[in-house]
């Protein structure tokens, strides 16, 4: 029989003695008396701040995400920046998406904060969260909320907490928020008003502020708008991008754009799709419908919050295949530093920025442009941050992540779809253009620069023994790595956890100069690299595979395809 967690009894029995509502104080009781499993599921940790901020569930909980947790949370965050920024006026933007209880959660936020003596901008409808991160610095805010969970299923949501460089939090900031929230143990301590006074509400008005800033970036060649009738299919899986992101497209010179209708009303229980992830191709099915059903040049989709974003085209036999993030990324890399290279634009000081999980493909495209490439942690504040530590000495042109999150210029701090949707349709209309296709465009990419081919597999390790579960295999990974895989050795692992580079040949070690993190890479001497971590803001363990090719012209693309795939499930099987 499952026994009641020492620490849920602990957490839950501080809201059992607070002021929160006697309803709720009866709900908790008979979870505990009928639900051990859930009941220490909900209570027994509180949530924290990790990669992607606040994200839980909803529901009743110290783990769970509700007006507690948000206004607890908030209280915390609020006293931080005060701690930082004496003896001024402090200003702060709130945004949410389509998710049940976002705009309630974006609500009681502002509240908190206006109760605490801030400044406070709230969108009054559901805005992304690049839009938000904009926000931040365009209205010279100490920090910003965005209330979302992402891409997750429709039983979350999140908190995502910037500061005021319209980045995600990083340390220290994230763990010295982490101990103010700590330190807010009742909900009496908790500053809340009722009305909304000192509160700005900002109206769709300052969409166009915004859109400006992207139509800034376009790398449109002379002749280009003979192009832009390509037909393009949009979905933005019920999500914040139906209307700014079809927007920003017309404002690029693209009219022929069409919408899944069924996803294009924002609805927090994504009724079309199981997860409204445009990674997972299930998401994707209506979209590829109406694509095929109009004959598109390509299809673009957004997630909930519109910071991520997919991107499908056609191969040359007319059939639908959906890119992945370090395909896309390959190609927003390319066309940028290509097109400014053509203009003239590029400078000894550019740089673009990269994941240390993403595809080499990236660094090597760069340098053949002469433009710089840093690696940073998985996480795109991490790319935020490495931007703000080159702010006004070197120019940041764009990067990404392997998780289909982009950045093209540095008027957002975070991953921006809307944006990354319009170079891409810039790019199709170019590649047309130039009597190509953008599926022609990749294979110039890869017969100039090597067949790269990754994939990611998530393990999903749920609840309290299933956080155990992770912990437990990446222990095995970093102490315990195997020798050889598929006939390849290890020849090198970088460990970031311990900050340590061995080369297993040479047994010589270096230091790893990034942030710690929970990151394990296994190098193979074929050139094929294996990363292993686990996730800052879901229940899993990643495992990213990518291995390279020599790619000929007489060379099969299909076949050189299946063999990469194979390969890569043949280091599945020996890792998992």
């Not at 998406?97 to 969108?123: H, M, W």
């Not at 289909?404 to 349709?425: F, H, N, P, Q, W």
């Not at 040479?506 to 296994?522: A, D, I, K, R």
Request: one cysteine or more; a neutral charge; hydrophobic letters at 35%.
């Amino acid at each position: 029989m499952m026994e009641l967690d020492k620490n849920a009894i602990i957490n839950s029995d501080k809201w059992l003695n607070s002021s929160i509502d006697i309803t709720v104080k009866n709900k908790i009781k008979e979870l505990k008396a009928n639900n051990i499993e859930e009941f220490n599921d909900a209570f027994y940790q509180s949530l924290s701040f990790g990669t992607g901020g606040l994200r839980g569930v909803m529901g009743i909980g110290t783990n769970r995400m509700n007006i507690y947790t948000v206004s607890m949370s908030t209280q915390g965050f609020a006293n931080y920046v005060k701690q930082q920024n004496k003896a001024k006026e402090l200003k702060v933007v709130i945004s949410f998406d389509s998710r049940n209880n976002s705009k309630e959660f974006a609500k009681i936020t502002a509240q908190v904060f206006a109760a605490n003596g801030f400044k406070v901008f709230l969108f009054e409808n559901i805005h992304p969260t690049p839009m938000l991160s904009f926000a931040v610095r365009e209205l010279s805010c100490d920090c910003g909320v965005m209330i979302t969970a992402s891409h997750n299923p429709k039983e979350y949501n999140g908190y995502k907490a910037y500061w005021n460089d319209g980045g995600q939090l990083v340390f220290p900031h994230d763990e010295n928020v982490i101990k103010e929230v700590n330190k807010i143990t009742d909900i009496a301590q908790v500053k809340h008003q009722e009305s909304m006074n000192n509160i700005t509400i900002l109206t769709d008005d300052f969409d166009e502020i915004f859109l400006n800033k992207i139509k800034s970036l376009s790398l449109a060649s002379e002749g280009l708008d003979k192009y832009k009738d390509i037909k393009i299919a949009y979905t933005p899986l019920h999500g914040t991008g139906y209307k700014i992101v079809p927007k920003a497209l017309k404002m690029f010179g693209f009219n022929d754009v069409n919408l899944v209708k069924e996803q294009a009303i924002p609805d927090g229980n994504f009724p079309t799709c199981v997860s409204p992830n445009p990674e997972e191709r299930s998401a994707l099915d209506m979209g590829l419908t109406l694509a095929k059903k109009i004959d598109a040049d390509i299809l673009l989709a957004t997630d909930p919050d519109a910071d991520r974003e997919a991107l499908s085209i056609k191969d040359n036999n007319n059939n639908w295949i959906l890119l992945n993030g370090n395909q896309t990324a390959t190609l927003l890399t390319y066309y940028l530093l290509l097109r400014k290279k053509e203009l003239n634009q590029l400078k000894p000081n550019d740089y673009i920025i990269k994941t240390v999980v993403t595809s080499e493909l990236l660094k090597k495209i760069a340098d053949s442009f002469n433009v710089k490439c840093y690696d940073v942690l998985t996480g795109f504040k991490w790319i935020a941050d490495k931007i703000l530590e080159k702010e006004d000495k070197e120019t940041y042109l764009g990067g990404g992540e392997e998780s289909y999150g982009y950045l093209i210029g540095s008027y957002v701090r975070d991953k921006d779809s809307i944006s990354t949707c319009c170079i891409l349709a810039e790019m199709t209309a170019w590649a047309k253009q130039n009597g190509k296709t953008v599926y022609d465009i990749l294979l110039d990419i890869y017969h100039k620069y090597g067949y790269y081919q990754e994939s990611l597999l998530s393990i999903v390790r749920t609840g309290k023994s299933g956080a155990q579960q992770i912990k437990d295999m990446m222990s095995e990974f970093r102490n315990n790595p195997p020798k050889m895989i598929i006939g390849q050795k290890i020849v090198k692992i970088n460990d970031f956890l311990l900050h340590i580079s061995k080369d297993l040949l040479t047994n010589e070690q270096e230091v790893l100069s990034l942030p710690t993190s929970n990151v394990l890479q296994y190098f193979l001497e074929d050139g094929s690299k294996i990363s292993i971590r686990p996730s800052g803001t879901e229940p899993k363990i990643k495992f990213y595979f990518g291995v390279k090719t020599l790619f000929n012209a007489d060379d099969d693309f299909s076949n050189l395809h299946k063999q990469s795939e194979q390969k890569i499930e043949e280091i599945k099987k020996v890792l998992i």
